[in-house]
């Protein structure tokens, strides 16, 4: 947090109302039984690597596991991000950039 807040150059920028109750909306649609959703992830084709941390309570691992097995084309996560939430790609990002790299590359290669 302490290096996020000394970036002073190519910030993000800031989240608009909007993008915050789409973003509610969906977490709350995806936390509903899969019988009130019925939706055909595995239309779905584009390469997605599914990661999750082992403390994440926004986004409990089973529902990371769902969506792996539901979506067409992804890989998951060989094992869960230690001590870690739902930032786990942030708090453990050394690890999480070699993952992905390695995930890229299979993609350009395979």
């Known amino acids: 947090m302490t ?32 019988s009130a ?19 994440d309570i926004m986004v409990p691992t089973s529902n990371s596991i769902a969506l792996f097995e539901k979506l067409g084309n992804a890989q998951l996560s060989l094992s869960l991000y230690p001590d870690s939430g739902h930032g786990a790609l942030f708090q453990h990002s050394a690890s999480f950039v070699e993952q992905v790299a390695r995930f890229l590359d299979g993609l350009a290669h395979g």
Request: glycine share 6%; proline share 6%; no cysteine.
């Open 37 to 55: 959703k019925e939706v055909d992830l595995g239309a779905i084709q584009q390469p997605a690597l599914v990661v999750n941390g082992n403390h």
């Open 3 to 34: 290096r996020l807040a000394t970036r002073e150059q190519d910030r993000d920028t800031p989240a608009s109302n909007e993008t915050i109750q789409a973003q509610v909306k969906a977490i709350t649609v995806w936390g509903l039984p899969s």
